[in-house]
Each structure stands twice: as structure tokens, then as C-alpha cells.
């Protein structure tokens, strides 16, 4: 008897405990989303990843129907791209982050009413910089190389490979930056929790490649590419879609930059 009672005892407090996890968690995820300049944040870079994960899933189909005598230097090109471009624009993302913050904190006082920038920007905010504006000039990039091929230009296949190495360099740069901006929001003990519903944006940004072969099945299906080619089709498809969410992103970057960025540990001394 006294066994089973044990047992019923150690069994009601692992499922205690279990609830104080799961209602810790809850805690700690909505405390995170009360933050305006979060929650911002948080919208910016799923449109982000939404951009991102359209050009990783439907980038190689378009391609290979736009250029098929090229497919094979097509692989080669955009590994080498992918690798050199998207490395460089993440490690120069970081780097360019952490001297904008030492640049603002130590020029604060003397340009505060002279600078456009230390009038928008905090030290906490400034890195958000990098992320506006690589997804300002990825628009661009992204839309010449997505319509290189239906022009009658020499060469096609190369400037479309440069287009898309540009929109790599200037593109990728946003993450550090946007890390380090929620990193610093939301305060050290909530840095685990806030990581993971970053990550989790991106898992439903997985949501847009899929919705744009949606429309693209649909569009060739019902006979409406009928003067068109399959790679117009997509061209278009995926130049607006990507274009669409890199615009959308800047614009919810730079309200972030406005937005209450108060850190919880603030508020919590605060109260």
C-alpha cells in the first residue's frame, strides 16, 4: 500500500512540475510579445524568411527552366554564390552591427541634434540599420535577376548569375543584427525563449514557398500561362512574392527601430 501511495505521490508532482513548465514557458513567451519593438521584430523576420525560403525552394526550378543549356554551370555557380556571397553578407552583418553600436554609444552626445541617424537610432536599435537597407537593395537585385532571361540581352545567363550574387551580399546580412537587437530586448533571462520563437517564425515562413506553387500550379493547370512561358510564369511569381516580402520586411524593421523597446529586466526593476 505504501508503495503505490509513493508512487501516486511521485507521479502527481512530475506532473506538477510538467505544468509549471509548460505554464513557465507560456509565461515567458507572452512577457517576450508584450515588447512592441519585439513583436515588430518578430513580424520583419518572418517576412524575411518568408523572401528567403521562396528563392531556397523555387530559385533552382525557375532557373533551370529559364536557362536549361545552363543547368549544369548553374549548380556550380550558385553553390560558389550561396557559400561565398551569403558567408561573407553574414559574418560583415555581425561585424558592421557591433562597430554601428560602439560608433552610436561614442558619438552620442557630440551629434545627437546633427545626425539624421543618432536621431532615429539607439545604441540598442542602430544595428536594425543593416537589415533596413539590405533589404531595401535586395529588391532590386532579386527582380533584374529574375527577368534577365526574357530579354534578348547577350550574355543573360552571366548577368543573371551577378544579379543573384548581388542580392546574396546585400540580402544576408540581417540576421546577427536582428539577433542581437532581440538578444538585447529581451534581457538575458529570456534569451533561450526568445531564440526559439525567432526560429519559429522562420518554421512558418515555410509557408510562402508553398502557397506560391500553389498559385503557380493553379496558373499553368488552368490554362492562364497560355501566352506565356512556364519560366515567366514563375519569373513573375517569384520576383513580385520575394520582392513583396523584402519590402514588407524593411518596413517593419524600421517600425521596429520607433517602436518601445524597453527591456524586461527594466520593467521588472521598474515595478
Excluded at 513580424?43 to 532557373?63: D, E, T
Excluded at 536549361?68 to 553553390?79: G, H, L, M, Q
Excluded at 551580399?169 to 539577433?179: D, H, K, M
Amino acid at each position: 500500500g505504501s508503495k503505490a501511495e509513493d508512487d501516486n505521490v511521485q507521479s502527481l508532482s512530475l506532473d506538477v512540475e510538467e505544468e509549471k513548465e509548460e505554464s513557465g514557458l507560456v509565461q515567458n513567451s507572452l512577457q517576450i510579445l508584450s515588447i512592441p519593438r519585439v513583436r515588430f521584430l518578430f513580424l520583419a523576420s518572418f517576412l524575411r524568411f518568408c523572401s528567403g525560403l521562396m528563392i531556397g525552394v523555387w530559385a533552382a526550378p525557375y532557373y533551370k527552366q529559364a536557362f536549361p543549356d545552363s543547368a549544369t554551370e548553374y549548380a556550380v555557380v550558385n553553390a560558389l554564390i550561396v557559400g561565398a556571397m551569403g558567408l561573407t553578407s553574414g559574418i560583415l552583418g555581425g561585424y558592421l552591427a557591433d562597430r554601428l553600436s560602439t560608433w552610436i554609444k561614442e558619438t552620442k552626445e557630440e551629434q545627437k541634434n546633427t545626425s539624421i541617424i543618432h536621431k532615429y537610432f539607439d545604441e540598442q536599435s542602430i544595428p536594425l540599420l543593416l537589415p533596413i537597407i539590405g533589404s531595401t537593395l535586395a529588391i532590386p537585385a532579386w527582380y533584374l535577376t529574375t527577368h534577365t532571361a526574357g530579354t534578348t540581352t547577350t550574355n543573360a545567363f552571366e548577368i543573371a548569375m551577378f544579379w543573384l550574387a548581388v542580392e546574396y551580399l546585400v540580402a544576408e546580412c540581417w540576421f546577427g543584427p536582428t539577433i542581437a537587437v532581440l538578444q538585447s530586448t529581451v534581457g538575458a533571462s529570456k534569451t533561450g525563449t526568445a531564440q526559439g520563437l525567432f526560429v519559429l517564425t522562420g518554421a512558418v515562413g515555410n509557408l510562402a514557398p508553398t502557397l506560391l506553387g500553389w498559385i503557380y500550379g493553379n496558373q499553368i493547370d488552368g490554362g492562364s500561362a497560355s501566352s506565356s512561358s512556364s519560366s515567366e510564369v514563375l519569373a513573375n511569381l517569384l520576383g513580385w512574392g520575394v520582392c513583396a516580402g523584402y519590402l514588407l520586411s524593411a518596413i517593419f524593421f524600421a517600425v521596429s527601430v520607433r517602436a518601445d523597446g524597453g527591456t524586461l529586466e527594466e520593467s521588472s526593476k521598474t515595478n
